[in-house]
C-alpha cells in the first residue's frame, strides 16, 4: 500500500486547531472531530488493497467523537491476506495515530472471523448494528451491518436479557445524572449510554419491543444533544479521556455552553437525565418482563395493591381502576403510596388520569389525603422512583409547590453527593428505617422532607425553611403543636451532628446548650433520628461508627439532663487500654503507643509525660507519616501524664507503625525539627489532597470564645484544607503557652474544621483566657495559616 507520509505531529497540530475552535461545541464539533479523523485515516490507507477495508464502529460509526473519546474502527482484510502484510498495512494506520495521542481502538478481522466473534460478545454483537465505510469498498461496510442485524434478530431475547443486565449493572454502579453532583454522563443512569442502549434494543424491529416504549427513541434527541455537549467540554477543559463532570471543571464548562452559571448548566443535565431515566428504566422493567418465562398464560394477573380501593396491578404496573373518583385529592398519594409500597411503578395511563383530572388540593389538605401522603414518605427506598414519577407530571409539586425550588438543585461543594430534592427523598428513605424508634414517625418523616426545604431562595437556607415549614405545615393539616415540632426539626437539624463533632462532651456547658435548644425527649429523639437519616443521605464522609458513636453519647447525655439525672464528667480516654499504657509511662517514663483498628478509623492512645506543646508534637508526626487526624481526645493524669486519643481516617494499612512509634519518641525527646521536615514535605510532596471547586472558596474564620465552657476557652478554626494545617495550629498555640484540653478535627471536602478547648496559667491555675487576648489569638492563629 503505497502511503503519504504524515507525521505524529503533523496530526497533533492538525487536532490542536480543532480542540482550540470553541464557536464548535456539542453535535457540530463531535461531527467535526469525526471527519477529521475520517480524513487522516483515508491519508495514512490511501491506496489500501482491493478487497481491504476500514469501517467505524461505535460512536466513531455514528459520526461523532469526542476529544478524548475512544475512535473504533475495524481493518477487515481477506481471509489469504499474508500476516506480515496485515501487520505493516495495521502498523501504518495505528501508530501515527497513536503517537499523535488519538484514543484509537482498533480491531483487525476477516469478514467470517468478525461476524462470528459478533455471536458471542454483546459489545461486538451491538457495534456492528451501525457501521459505517472509513476506506476501501463501501459495500462491504454495508453487508457486515446486514449480516450483523440478522444476527441480532435472530437471537433476540438472548440479546435483549444480556443488554438488560448489562444497563443493570452499570445503573449499580454509576448512579443517576439527574440526582448525582458529580455525573458520569456517559454511563450514570439517565446518560449517553442509555440513549444507545435503547436504539440497540429497539432494532430487534419486534412489535412486541416497540410497543412497551413509553416514547420514541428519537423523542430523546435534545436530551442526548445537552449530555454529549458537556461530555465534550469536559474532554476538551481537562485534556483527557473521561465522561464525569467533576466540580471543578463545572463553571468552565457552563461558560463555553453559554449558561448563566454552573447551576443553569446541571439543572438542565439533571432535568435531561430525569427524562432519558425515565423512559430507560421504564422499557427495561417491561422487557424484564416481557423475557420472563411464562408458558400457558393467557393474560397478566389483576390483582389489587393490598386493600387500597381504586388500584389494581396489571403486568406488574399500578393503575387505577375504571371505577375510581379521579378528581378525588387523596388520590395521587393513595396511588402513589400503594406503588412505593408494593415496590412497583406507576404506570404512565395512571399517571396521565391524575395528571389531567386532580386539581389543586384544597386547604387545608383533608386527612384521608395527608395520611396517604405520610404512607407514601414512610415507604423506604421506594419513595425515591415514585414521587420522581409524579414529577414526570407535576404532581408531587402541585401539592408542595414549594419542590420545584429545590427540583435538580444542585449543592456545589465535596460534601454532598446529589442534588437538593435527590437528598431530600433519600433523608426520607433513611428515616422510614427510625419510624419505630420515635413516638412521632409522621413528624419525622415530614422534617426530613422539609429540613432543607429553604435552600434555592436567597438568605440563610435554616431560616427560610423555618418560615416556609409555618406555611406548609398548617396547609397539610397539621396543626400549630406539631407545626412547631416540625419547625424545630428543620430549625435545628444541624445542632446534634455540629455539637457532636465540634464540641467537647465532656464539659457539661456542651450538654446542657443543647438541652436549652431542644427542650425536651420527643424533639431530641426526633433530631437524633433525623440527623443520621440526612448524614447517611449527604454523602460517604459524612456518617461513620465514630460519628454515631459521639451522636449517641451526646444525646445519652441530654436525655439524662432531661430526666433529671446529674452525671459527673469523667474523660472518656481513661479506660482499659489506657491504663495498661500509663503504666509502662509510669515505669520508664517514656512515649507509649497502643493501636485498635475501628471499622470506620484507626485508633491510637497515646501516653507520655505531659510537657506544653506535646500535642502538637504527636500531630506533626502524624502529618509526616501522612495520617489523616479525624478527631482527638487530650487529657493529663493528676502525675502529669498525658493521656491522649487520636481517631486517624482510613488508608493507614500500609503504615509502618513501629516507624511511628519510634518518630514519636524521637520527636517527643526534641531530636526531630518537624517544622523543617514538614515543610520540606509540603514542597516536595504532588500527591497532596485535591481541594474539589465550590461556588465560593472556603473562608478563613477563627472564632475565640469564653461561652462554649465555664473552664476553657474555645477556639473554632474553619479553614481551606491544607498540608498540617493541624500541627501549625497546635504549634501557635503552644508558643504561646497554651494548653489543649481536648481537640475536635474534621475535614468537610475542601474544608477543615478544628476546635479545640484551651487553657492557660493564671495565678498558678488553669483558667480560661481573658476575653482581651482573644483578638490577639484570632490574629495570630490567621497569620499561621496564611503565612507560606
Not at 648 to 664: C, F, I, R
Not at 705 to 719: G, L
Request: glycine share 6%; proline share 5%; charged share 25%.
Amino acid at each position: 500500500m503505497a502511503q503519504r507520509p504524515v507525521d505524529s505531529n503533523e496530526i497533533r497540530l492538525s487536532r490542536a486547531s480543532l480542540l482550540a475552535d470553541t464557536t464548535l461545541v456539542g453535535r457540530r464539533f463531535a461531527g467535526r472531530l469525526a471527519a477529521q479523523v475520517d480524513e487522516l485515516l483515508r491519508t495514512l490507507g490511501d491506496g489500501l488493497p482491493s478487497g481491504w477495508s476500514l469501517i467505524a464502529t461505535g460512536a466513531y460509526g455514528r459520526g461523532a467523537v469526542c476529544p478524548f473519546g475512544d475512535v473504533d474502527v475495524v481493518l477487515v482484510h481477506p481471509p489469504t491476506a499474508p500476516e506480515r502484510v496485515i501487520d505493516d498495512i495495521a502498523d501504518g494506520l495505528w501508530r501515527p495515530m497513536w503517537d499523535a495521542g488519538v484514543t484509537l481502538r482498533p480491531t483487525v478481522h476477516t469478514r467470517a472471523s468478525l461476524l462470528s466473534c459478533a455471536h458471542g460478545d454483546l459489545q461486538m454483537a451491538t457495534a456492528l448494528l451501525r457501521v459505517r465505510s472509513v476506506l476501501g469498498d463501501p459495500m462491504a461496510a454495508e453487508e457486515i451491518q446486514e449480516d450483523a442485524l440478522v444476527l441480532w434478530h435472530g437471537r433476540s431475547n438472548r440479546w435483549l436479557r444480556r443488554l438488560r443486565d448489562a444497563t443493570v449493572e452499570r445503573w449499580a454502579q454509576a448512579g443517576d445524572v439527574g440526582a448525582l453532583l458529580e455525573p458520569d454522563l456517559e454511563r450514570s443512569r439517565g446518560g449517553l449510554s442509555d440513549v444507545q442502549a435503547l436504539r440497540w434494543a429497539v432494532a430487534v424491529e419486534r412489535a412486541d419491543v416497540l410497543g412497551v416504549l413509553d416514547a420514541p427513541i428519537d423523542g430523546l434527541w435534545a436530551s442526548s444533544e445537552v449530555l454529549l455537549a458537556a461530555q465534550c467540554e469536559v474532554q476538551r477543559a481537562t485534556g483527557r479521556p473521561g465522561d464525569v463532570l467533576l466540580l471543578q471543571d463545572q463553571d468552565h464548562v457552563a461558560e463555553v455552553l453559554g449558561h448563566v452559571d454552573a447551576d443553569a448548566l446541571m439543572l438542565q443535565l439533571a432535568s435531561a437525565g430525569r427524562s432519558i431515566d425515565w423512559v430507560a428504566d421504564r422499557f427495561w422493567r417491561r422487557i424484564g418482563r416481557l423475557l420472563r418465562p411464562a408458558p400457558g398464560a393467557v393474560a397478566a394477573p389483576v390483582t389489587m395493591v393490598g386493600s387500597v380501593p381504586g388500584t389494581t396491578v396489571v403486568d406488574d404496573e399500578v393503575r387505577v381502576t375504571s371505577d375510581v373518583d379521579a378528581a378525588d385529592p387523596a388520590l395521587t398519594f393513595r396511588v402513589a403510596a400503594a406503588a412505593a409500597h408494593a415496590g412497583l411503578p406507576i404506570a404512565a395511563s395512571a399517571l396521565r388520569i391524575m395528571s389531567n383530572a386532580v386539581g389543586e388540593p384544597p386547604t387545608p389538605w383533608s386527612d384521608s389525603t395527608r395520611h396517604a401522603f405520610i404512607s407514601l414518605l414512610g415507604a423506604g427506598e421506594w419513595v425515591v422512583p415514585t414521587v420522581e414519577a409524579l414529577e414526570q407530571y407535576g404532581l408531587f409539586s402541585r401539592f408542595l409547590p414549594e419542590w420545584d425550588v429545590v427540583r435538580s438543585l444542585p449543592q456545589r461543594n465535596a460534601f454532598h453527593t446529589y442534588t437538593v430534592d435527590r437528598h431530600l427523598l433519600q433523608t426520607v428513605a433513611n428515616a422510614a428505617d427510625h419510624v419505630r424508634d420515635v413516638a412521632r414517625p409522621d413528624l419525622l418523616l415530614v422534617g426530613a422532607l422539609l429540613h432543607d426545604i429553604g435552600k434555592g431562595h436567597p438568605g440563610d437556607h435554616t431560616e427560610v425553611g423555618i418560615r416556609l415549614v409555618d406555611e406548609i405545615l398548617p396547609r397539610m393539616g397539621f396543626d400549630a403543636e406539631d407545626t412547631a415540632v416540625v419547625r424545630t426539626l428543620v430549625e435545628l437539624h444541624l445542632l446534634l451532628p455540629e455539637t457532636a463533632m465540634r464540641r467537647d462532651l465532656a464539659d457539661p456547658r456542651t450538654t446542657e446548650n443543647v438541652l436549652q435548644a431542644v427542650g425536651d425527649l420527643g424533639r431530641l429523639e426526633l433530631l437524633r433520628a433525623l440527623t443520621e437519616a440526612d448524614s447517611r443521605a449527604t454523602g460517604p464522609s459524612a456518617w461513620s461508627s465514630w460519628k454515631a458513636s459521639l451522636l449517641d453519647q451526646l444525646v445519652a447525655g441530654v436525655e439524662d439532663r432531661l430526666r433529671g439525672v446529674r452525671v459527673t464528667a469523667v474523660p472518656n480516654v481513661a479506660d482499659e487500654r489506657f491504663r495498661a499504657i500509663v503504666q509502662e509511662v509510669r515505669t520508664d517514663g517514656a512515649l507509649h503507643l497502643d493501636r485498635d483498628e475501628a471499622a470506620d478509623f484507626t485508633v491510637l492512645r497515646i501516653a507520655c509525660p505531659d510537657r506544653t506543646g506535646l500535642f502538637a508534637v504527636i500531630v506533626g508526626v502524624l502529618a509526616l507519616h501522612r495520617l489523616d487526624v479525624v478527631g482527638a481526645d487530650v487529657f493529663t493524669s493528676g502525675d502529669a501524664i498525658a493521656i491522649d486519643r487520636f481517631r486517624v481516617a482510613p488508608g493507614s494499612a500500609l503504615t509502618d507503625w513501629a516507624d511511628v512509634e519510634h518518630d514519636l519518641r524521637a520527636a517527643a525527646a526534641g531530636a526531630i525539627d518537624l517544622t523543617d521536615r514538614l515543610d520540606h514535605q509540603v514542597r516536595s510532596d504532588a500527591l497532596t489532597r485535591r481541594a474539589a471547586t465550590a461556588a465560593a472558596a472556603p473562608r478563613l474564620d477563627v472564632l475565640v470564645t469564653n461561652d462554649a465552657s465555664d473552664v476553657t476557652t474555645m477556639v473554632d478554626v474553619r479553614a481551606p484544607d491544607g498540608a498540617a494545617v493541624l500541627f501549625r495550629l497546635s504549634s501557635m498555640l503552644a508558643e504561646h503557652g497554651i494548653d489543649i484540653r481536648s481537640a475536635k478535627v474534621a475535614t468537610l471536602g475542601h474544608e477543615v474544621v478544628d476546635v479545640f478547648y484551651v487553657q492557660t496559667m493564671v495565678d498558678g491555675a488553669p483558667a480560661q483566657l481573658p476575653v482581651e487576648a482573644h483578638a490577639d489569638l484570632a490574629e495570630r492563629l490567621t497569620r499561621a495559616l496564611t503565612s507560606s
